[in-house]
């Protein structure tokens, strides 16, 4: 699988983690008083996909990290 594939589907991923951690996140937060629609697994779900979405921008830093030390780089460059 070539890099830009790779990329996708671990956007893709991230994308996914995010939202379900998202969701599930809200739907935790007593302020927003959706309690009441409290599922079992709820806790679950939010765990686990938070997880996922670590790992995956981990996978993600390291899949860019040449262009991240490029970038810091250029910023702290002396203009000449």
Do not use: C, E
Request: glycine share 6%; no cysteine; hydrophobic share 50%.
């Amino acid at each position: 699988m070539n890099k830009a594939k790779l990329n996708y589907f671990i956007d893709i991923g991230l994308f996914i983690s995010f939202l379900l951690v998202f969701v599930t996140g809200i739907i935790k937060f007593p302020p927003f008083g959706l309690r009441d629609f409290y599922f079992q697994n709820i806790d679950k779900i939010h765990d686990l996909s938070g997880i996922a979405m670590g790992i995956l921008v981990l996978i993600h830093l390291i899949l860019h990290w040449s262009w991240i030390t490029s970038m810091t780089k250029s910023f702290f460059k002396k203009n000449s």
